[in-house]
DNA sequence: CAGCTCATGTGAACGACCTTTACATGAGCC
DNA sequence: GGCTCATGTAAAGGTCGTTCACATGAGCTG
């Protein structure tokens, strides 16, 4: 019976003490329930053990809360893509595709964020600091798409980093919204989604010229500052990027 | 002013004569302009010229108005993609972009159908009807990926054309969700989102082994659409895709 | 400790919305 | 003319978002 300060203290009196925090935690939850759509001030309010009026003494309106929410969302979402990057090893091509999973991952393990962050409908123009905090997330993957975009096979015309960043987030955000969350979830696939996106991007990767065919696991050996990427241009993976058709 | 019949029609009395269509039209401007989200039926029964609780007599509540406009969506959606593909003519690669156009077209030019299909938040799953509208769409695009598939250079593994469909779709449905449409098309873009799903898709299509420098386009050799706005790294605008920092 | 102040929470109230219910109207049919 | 039933209305209950006047008490000041 989550109920009130909920952490089992004191009954608490007229003050809440922390009530914005514990506001951002009910609507989370709320939203992950329910969508953006669904989620009231009410129920927040209601879930805090506060009147209604209360929410008003830290966000100017409902908007704002979502706005908040949507912010922190891009923060943890920005650590996530930082983290699966990370500063792209062992190979580049690889850690592009950890990114793509993370991008995937949290899509479907912070539902309430993802929602929040873009499928809440509210103006992303209208909040500087939101706006801000989507950019540095986005930068993470436009980072990765520079250094990729870097090791684009001799020969061919090297791929805009700015245009790769762009498909890249097109395609995580396309089967995230369409496969991976809530009731988008229950079309039916051939495949998981991760598996969907992985071979997407592999096979937008290799027409880029990249070779996408190194093997995922028992390449545990440290690849060298400038891994053995720009070698073969045309290694198709036995079978594909995808699995086997069934 | 749009009020009543708005046709200009004599006063109308007691009876609207044609309530249920009025409220489908009113409710697509109503989303239009404010999103799904934003959309009362209240609004739609007042535009149509009618007391709050005549859209019952039609509709058994506010989603089951928004599945009909959903489904009609997915109808005049699904005949789009078919006079797009054209049964493949002049040529299978050619046809196939042209659906994809076909798809930004669509969710740029019917926003509020787009709006009520993808991003109302209703349910697909729980409306026969809806559903099987929805894959009647989804099908032309599989068809055509069918007959891509089939296309598969020799040599190369053929491609789950399952696969290849949920690909494109996730790939229009990113742009068209991300670049595409209201606040979101405020996001600055070194190139228009047709021109970013064409590139996506070619570069998608040469990953799979097909040739795609077809169509003589003062372009050098065969290398892939890297369109010419955008040159390498620095003709990123400032501030990233998200739009500007201000 | 007395007293003051101000951030924080309350209750009541307004208007808008969704939805239901009982009643009114009139178009189509005998 | 009179009946019937689809279609529309008014009224009412419940929920929300939001505002406003007022209450509370935590923390500072002396």
Redesign the interface.
């Known amino acids: 019976m989550s109920w009130r300060k909920e952490q089992g203290r004191a009954e608490r009196g007229y003050h809440h003490g922390n009530l914005k925090e514990a506001l951002l935690q009910a609507a989370l939850g709320l939203i992950a329930e329910k969508?953006a759509?669904?989620f009231t001030f009410a129920d927040a309010a209601r879930m805090a053990g506060v009147s209604a009026a209360a929410p008003y003494r830290h966000f100017r309106d409902r908007d704002e809360l979502l706005s908040s929410i949507a912010q922190r969302g891009f923060e943890q979402f920005e650590a996530r893509l930082t983290a699966a990057w990370d500063d792209g090893r062992p190979d580049t091509v690889t850690a592009f595709e950890r990114v793509g999973r993370a991008y995937l991952a949290f899509a479907r393990e912070e539902p309430a964020f993802y929602n929040a962050m873009?499928?809440s409908?509210l103006?992303?123009?209208t909040n500087?600091a939101l706006?801000?905090a989507?950019?540095r997330a986005?930068?993470v993957i436009?980072a990765a798409a520079?250094r990729l975009?870097a090791l684009a096979p001799p020969g061919?015309?090297?791929?805009?980093?700015?245009?790769m960043?762009?498909?890249i987030?097109?395609?995580?955000?396309?089967?995230a919204?369409?496969?991976s969350r809530?009731?988008?979830a229950?079309?039916k696939?051939?495949?998981s989604p991760d598996e969907?996106?992985e071979?997407?991007v592999?096979?937008?990767?290799?027409?880029?010229?990249f070779p996408t065919d190194r093997r995922p696991q028992a390449k545990s050996a440290e690849p060298p500052p400038v891994p053995p990427e720009a070698s073969s241009g045309s290694g198709?993976p036995?079978?594909?990027?995808?699995g086997k058709?069934k």
């Open positions: 969508g759509a669904g873009f499928e409908g103006p992303v123009d500087a706006q801000a989507s950019e986005f930068n436009r520079e975009a061919t015309p090297r791929p805009p980093a700015m245009m960043a762009l498909h987030w097109s395609m995580a955000h396309g089967v919204s369409l496969f809530g009731d988008a229950r079309r696939l051939p495949m969907l996106l071979a997407e592999l096979i937008y990767l290799r027409g880029l010229g198709v036995p079978g594909g990027p995808w058709p």
